[in-house]
């Protein structure tokens, strides 16, 4: 099946620092991903959607300043915490769009954990 | 507004005991379900999708659901949990091929051995 890595899985960092987490889709090409947000104990919470070669799109609510993300090739996409506070620690997940016998179909990451101290 | 709401937040079951978790979604026109598990510690795991077709999905490590329209609902089910089922149990849905997954707010199951 199709494969998506995240790099780092986990990274510990200082406040006002910033932090870049890579996703990359291993054995397919991916127009498409998607940066998801998950506090402990909470729901994934979409952030963003980006296209590779345009802007991202943000949801209601996300500071585009703040998460950076820039999806250059067809198989990487990265999201940039900018200026990191501890309320930005949580695991982040990302999701790339391939395609699964007559569908399209999200594969996810394995998450990055962000700490801020 | 599209959206997906679990109404469980926590399940506690001893082993053996059937299982049904509930999912309602909120979309206009087609959509397409998921139920995802993700295990203490580790990343999200697709257990089952429903994209068309025949509504009784099976998914693996023996759950299922089953896509009613007339009730919006998508329920998670198996016959008798083990003790390796505890886990977050997400239900999500998207409207259509290309668009984002929405997430509900999860339930955790928690089995007694």
């Known amino acids: 099946g199709a494969v998506v890595s995240q790099h780092p899985s986990r990274v510990i960092c200082k406040s006002g620092t910033s932090v870049k987490i890579e996703c990359r889709s291993l054995d397919f090409q991916a127009t498409t991903m998607f940066w998801y947000r998950q506090f402990p104990k909470q729901s994934l919470m979409l952030m963003a959607t980006s296209n590779e070669g345009s802007k991202a799109t943000y949801e209601q609510g996300v500071e585009k300043d703040k998460f950076l993300i820039n999806h250059a090739s067809l198989t990487l996409s990265t999201l940039t915490v900018t200026s990191a506070h501890p309320e930005d620690s949580s695991f982040y997940i990302c999701?790339?769009?391939?395609?699964?016998?007559?569908?399209?179909?999200?594969?996810f990451g394995p998450g990055t954990r962000l700490t801020v101290l | 507004a599209q959206s997906v709401s679990q109404h469980n937040h926590h399940v506690i079951l001893s082993e053996a005991a059937s299982l049904e978790l509930g999912c309602n979604y909120s979309y206009g026109g087609t959509v397409n379900l998921f139920w995802y598990v993700q295990y203490p510690g580790q990343h999200l795991q697709l257990l089952l999708k429903y994209f068309s077709g025949d509504p009784l999905v099976k998914g693996i490590k023996g759950f299922e659901a089953e896509f009613i329209k007339s009730k919006f609902s998508f329920n998670l089910r198996k016959p008798s949990v083990q003790w390796s089922d505890t886990a977050e149990y997400f239900c999500a849905g998207r409207g259509s091929s290309a668009s984002k997954i929405i997430f509900g707010s999860g339930t955790r199951l928690s089995i007694r051995p």
């Open positions: 999701s790339a769009l391939g395609v699964a016998g007559d569908y399209n179909e999200q594969f």
